[in-house]
């Protein structure tokens, strides 16, 4: 990438890798469906079914516990659902919780009508209430169906990390099925679904380097799985009708594995982290970092300049060579006050701005990212000081 220009919004999307280009490029060149017996077909489902073993070992789950959606709010939206099966026997769930500073294929609470849905607090560093999910769980009120419960394992806008095995083993200590939306974590940190008390896992494969529209969720057990809400041939043995995208799910399984691959050297590290947010506090005293004092993924800041409007902000960046996010990037490029940072407190303030980045985010990259901030901190003060000066 041309050094005029930076781009720090992985947790928008990753940049396509070359080893999900290239199996995205040789699946297209394969002419038969997985679900066809001759020998076309069968190299097409080997190529499937390889995807599904690299998507499935990045998070330690078996092959056959992976089903591929279009993506993850596709997979929210199959999981957040009153209606499972354990075996051939119904199993009803019925009410749903979700944290306040969910993304927002979590927060719209799936299938379940929206008086089903209890939204749990967070605290001033964006944690959940243990207590307050606690006191839900212990009222709920099983004679009507199984309590469900849906986090994040790593916030999207501020990188904060949930206690996964904390919250999950509250969940099953009362009962409950645990999904966990593990988008922003994959191939960031390591994830065991064996492990974490997850039921259910949510990917995305754009988010580790693959291609766009397609994503997975994936079970800890095939014993009780959810309706499913595309029905057809059969396919993803029924869990999910309709012909598997074979080039992209090829993709997918491609930036799997390297993603798993990366954890395992070491890839991620917070130095580059540490050293933009040493490099915020220098320029700008007063910027607030979100979260710091938490657990955080390696790759995230999210951080405010006082009285200066995110968005402002935003768009000077951009001009200035910098893609980087005034919170998430999930509404259709709408740009407006973040509910995550409403959710812990901040929600007068001015916004944040996310930074996120990746391993091969260079040296470069941040230096151009903190010249740019502080010739917009340079501005803003300029500015302050004219406008006193006037009164």
């Given at each position: 990438m041309a050094r005029d220009r930076a781009y720090l919004d992985y947790n928008a999307s990753a940049p396509l890798i070359a080893a999900a280009r290239d199996a995205v490029v040789d699946a297209m060149m394969q002419t038969g469906n997985p679900s066809s017996v001759h020998l076309e077909g069968r190299a097409t489902k080997a190529i499937l079914e390889a995807a599904?073993?690299?998507?499935?070992?990045?998070?330690n789950a078996k092959p056959d516990h992976v089903v591929f959606t279009s993506g993850a709010t596709e997979?929210?939206?199959?999981?957040?659902?009153?209606?499972?099966?354990?075996?051939?026997?119904p199993l009803r769930l019925s009410r749903l919780y979700v944290s306040a500073s969910e993304h927002p294929c979590i927060l719209a609470g799936g299938q379940f009508a929206s008086e089903q849905v209890e939204v749990v607090g967070v605290d001033g560093n964006g944690l959940i209430d243990l207590e307050q999910l606690r006191g839900f769980l212990a009222a709920h009120d099983r004679g009507q169906g199984l309590p469900l419960v849906a986090m994040q394992a790593a916030n999207n806008e501020t990188g904060v990390l949930q206690p996964i095995e904390e919250i999950g083993a509250l969940v099953k200590g009362f009962g409950g099925l645990f999904v966990v939306d593990a988008v922003q974590a994959a191939g960031r940190i390591p994830l065991d679904i064996t492990g974490s008390c997850a039921d259910y896992l949510i990917l995305s494969s754009h988010k580790i380097g693959g291609p766009k529209g397609v994503g997975a969720f994936v079970a800890v057990s095939d014993l009780v799985m959810p309706k499913s809400i595309i029905r057809g041939g059969g396919q993803e043995k029924g869990h999910r009708g309709g012909t598997e995208a074979?080039?992209?799910?090829?993709?997918?399984?491609?930036?799997?594995?390297?993603?798993?691959?990366?954890?395992?050297?070491?890839?991620?590290?917070?130095?580059?982290?540490?050293?933009?947010?040493?490099?915020?506090?220098?320029?700008?005293?007063?910027?607030?970092?979100?979260?710091?004092?938490?657990?955080r993924l390696p790759n995230t800041t999210m951080f405010s300049l006082t009285d200066t409007?995110?968005?402002?902000?935003?768009?000077?960046?951009?001009?200035?060579?910098?893609?980087?996010?005034?919170?998430?990037?999930?509404?259709?490029?709408?740009?407006?006050?973040?509910?995550?940072?409403?959710?812990?407190?901040?929600?007068?303030?001015?916004?944040?701005?996310?930074?996120?980045?990746?391993?091969?985010?260079?040296?470069?990259?941040?230096?151009?990212?903190?010249?740019?901030?502080k010739d917009i901190v340079a501005r803003r003060d300029r500015s302050a000081r004219s406008a006193a000066n006037a009164a």
């Open positions: 599904r073993r690299d998507v499935a070992a990045l998070v997979a929210a939206s199959t999981l957040l659902t009153p209606h499972y099966t354990m075996g051939r026997a074979l080039p992209i799910i090829a993709g997918f399984g491609a930036a799997a594995r390297v993603a798993r691959e990366r954890l395992n050297s070491g890839g991620w590290s917070t130095q580059m982290r540490d050293t933009i947010e040493r490099g915020i506090r220098t320029i700008a005293p007063d910027a607030t970092i979100y979260g710091e004092a938490v657990g409007k995110a968005e402002t902000v935003q768009i000077a960046f951009d001009l200035a060579g910098i893609a980087l996010s005034a919170g998430s990037a999930c509404s259709s490029g709408k740009v407006g006050p973040s509910h995550v940072l409403g959710a812990m407190g901040h929600g007068d303030g001015p916004g944040g701005l996310r930074v996120s980045t990746a391993p091969e985010t260079g040296e470069d990259d941040i230096a151009l990212f903190l010249n740019a901030l």
